[in-house]
């Protein structure tokens, strides 16, 4: 099956928490979406094994995403060859155009990892000839394929960004994002204030304040942008 986007993340409840917006407005307008957790988060704060996955399947289907979950163990993973093999070989079956990953500069090493690792997926994902690479068995039999994008959501577990390539304006969507993120019952606490998710809100109005809207969630990009028309840029704010 192909899709769009595909969504890279350590945990399950990162790919919302730092892109849920944007994921549920690009559903929302016809395009397939897929997220790829590296572990079930394991274990989860407030609920025995196996709660946190089922909670981030509802959490999916709320934001009109799929989502898979690769067996990496939560705190441990890291940048390996086994795991950037996982990765690119589900790029070549899904073909997307547009990949999101977490950038390197979150103090949670999972986290930091996500960025050399998808980086180098995207980058096997293209080559050929792993039939004759030891060790490459599980690419050999997929055709290589050239994503055309790799974007990094803002990871809320590092300093805000003063710089970003781009923004999306995620206001229209933002009640999706907060009900996908209150499935999270497992590592949440849905049912009182939770410190955490206040804070996400609070920086998602922040970069909205930016541009004069309500909630916007920031984004950088490994490769520099290029538009058809500066139109798209319109309307704009402070000029
Ligand atoms: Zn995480």
């Known amino acids: 099956m192909s899709y769009d986007l595909l969504i890279?993340?350590?945990?399950?409840?990162?790919?919302?928490?730092?892109?849920?917006g944007t994921l549920a407005k690009m559903t929302r307008s016809g395009r397939r979406a897929l997220i790829v957790d590296l572990c079930d988060g394991e274990p989860a704060d407030f609920a025995p094994a196996g709660v946190r996955r089922e909670q981030a399947l509802r959490a999916a289907a709320l934001l009109g995403a799929d989502r898979v979950f690769l067996n990496r163990q939560?705190?441990?993973?890291?940048?390996?060859i086994p795991t950037r093999l996982e990765v690119a070989r589900l790029i070549r079956e899904h073909r997307p155009k547009m990949v999101f990953g977490t950038t390197g500069a979150c103090i949670h090493p999972d986290h930091a990892a996500i960025d050399p690792l998808v980086t180098a997926a995207v980058f096997y994902a293209r080559l050929k000839n792993w039939d004759r690479v030891a060790g490459g068995e599980m690419?050999?039999?997929?055709?290589?394929?050239?994503?055309?994008?790799?974007?990094?959501?803002?990871c809320k577990m590092e300093p805000s960004w003063g710089e970003f390539a781009f923004a999306v304006d995620v206001s229209d969507t933002y009640a999706v994002k907060k009900t996908a993120l209150a499935e999270y019952g497992s590592i949440f606490k849905i049912e009182s204030r939770d410190q955490l998710l206040e804070l996400y809100e609070a920086e998602d109005a922040h970069m909205g304040r930016l541009f004069g809207v309500g909630y916007a969630e920031v984004y950088k990009s490994q490769s520099p942008l290029l538009v058809d028309d500066p139109a798209v840029f319109l309307p704009g704010l402070h000029s």
């Open 8 to 20: 890279v993340a350590a945990h399950p409840d990162d790919a919302e928490v730092q892109m849920g």
């Open 74 to 80: 939560d705190r441990f993973i890291t940048d390996d």
């Open 139 to 154: 690419l050999a039999e997929t055709g290589a394929w050239e994503v055309q994008r790799l974007f990094f959501p803002h």
